[in-house]
Nanobody, 123 residues
Framework: QVQLVESGGGLVQAGGSLRLSCAFS????????MGWFRQAPGKEREFVAS????????NYEDSVKGRFTLSRDNAKNTVYLQMNSLKPEDTAIYYC????????????????WGQGTQVTVSS
């Protein structure tokens, strides 16, 4: 059974940086596309970024392009989200997710989820 565990969240001032990690276990890491989603209070869960194993490309939501970078280390079964130039509107719980083969942008497409890590950006 696939299990995902996020870490690296915390409190940071606007303009600062955080690096989130997602540890994958219970399956073959290279068989899965990985995604990051976030959910702020009173809002729906939204797409942030994804990476596909088969294609090997990344995809980003428009508001984070140029600020966030998604990568994966297959030897460590870990995916990372480097977040730079953070803004108060980035405050949310960030979730790591996995789906078979090809990445998508809808939460409904993903099969496995971590429990989330809180990111708070103060002004």
């Amino acid at each position: 059974q696939v299990q995902l565990v996020e870490s690296g969240g915390g409190l940071v001032q606007a303009g600062g940086s955080l690096r989130l990690s997602c540890a994958f276990s219970g399956g073959t890491f290279s068989n899965y596309a990985m995604g990051w989603f976030r959910q702020a209070p009173g809002k729906e869960r939204e797409f942030v970024a994804s990476i596909s194993w088969r294609i090997g490309t990344t995809n980003y939501e428009d508001s984070v392009k140029g600020r966030f970078t998604l990568s994966r280390d297959n030897a460590k079964n870990t995916v990372y989200l480097q977040m730079n130039s953070l803004k108060p509107e980035d405050t949310a719980i960030y979730y790591c997710a996995a789906k078979s083969w090809v990445a998508g942008t809808s939460p409904l497409e993903y099969d496995y989820w971590g429990q989330g890590t809180q990111v708070t950006v103060s002004s």
